[in-house]
């Protein structure tokens, strides 16, 4: 599935810092796309307001304007589908749960378990992406079945090149 916005009106635009951006530019579709967020309460008025210069009273008409309302349906719409609606909404809600965990492991009335297990839970939820070091390197398997028993297999270790090496074979290109 693309990325790129549905705009049932292509020709349309919506007035953004002063300026008159069509929605179906870059911009425009960024637009769409808080929009949507908007829709599903991932974003407040206030914050597409704040992010896109917008006044109140231009932000009246905006929600007004059909071809926004059409194109931002059809975001909403493409955004269910393909499951972003939900993945940002369960990253809004997963931004809370430490606080909620810190007052159940702060909680002298909570059980001893439930303070265990929130404590548990805040050590993984601290360590996330600790897993792997940086100075872990991934690996790269290839294998080429020739057919019969002939194979190929190239088995590399791959590590970044430190920043002079990067820089060298930046420019050399």
């Keep these: 599935m693309s990325n790129t916005v549905l705009n ?19 911009v425009g579709g960024a637009f769409l796309s808080d929009c949507a967020r908007n829709r599903e ?9 704040e992010k896109y210069g917008i006044e109140p009273n231009s932000w009246a008409e905006i929600i007004q304007n059909k071809a926004v309302r059409l194109a931002v349906n059809a975001e909403h719409e493409r955004r269910i589908r393909n499951g972003d609606a939900a993945r940002e909404s369960a990253a809004k809600l997963f931004a809370e749960a430490p606080t909620v965990l810190g007052k159940i492991l702060n909680d002298e009335r909570s059980s001893p378990r439930h303070r265990i297990e929130a404590a548990k839970e805040l050590r993984a939820t601290a360590n996330t992406g600790a897993e792997k070091t940086g100075d872990a390197a991934d690996r790269v398997v290839i294998t080429i079945n020739l057919g019969g028993d002939q194979k190929l297999v190239f088995d590399k270790q791959i590590a970044p090149l430190p920043p002079n090496e990067a820089r060298e074979s930046f420019d050399a290109e």
């Design 8 to 26: 049932p009106t292509p020709n349309a635009t919506v007035v953004l810092r002063g300026i008159s951006i069509p929605l179906s530019s870059d």
């Design 41 to 49: 309460r991932i974003f407040s008025d206030e914050q597409i307001c």
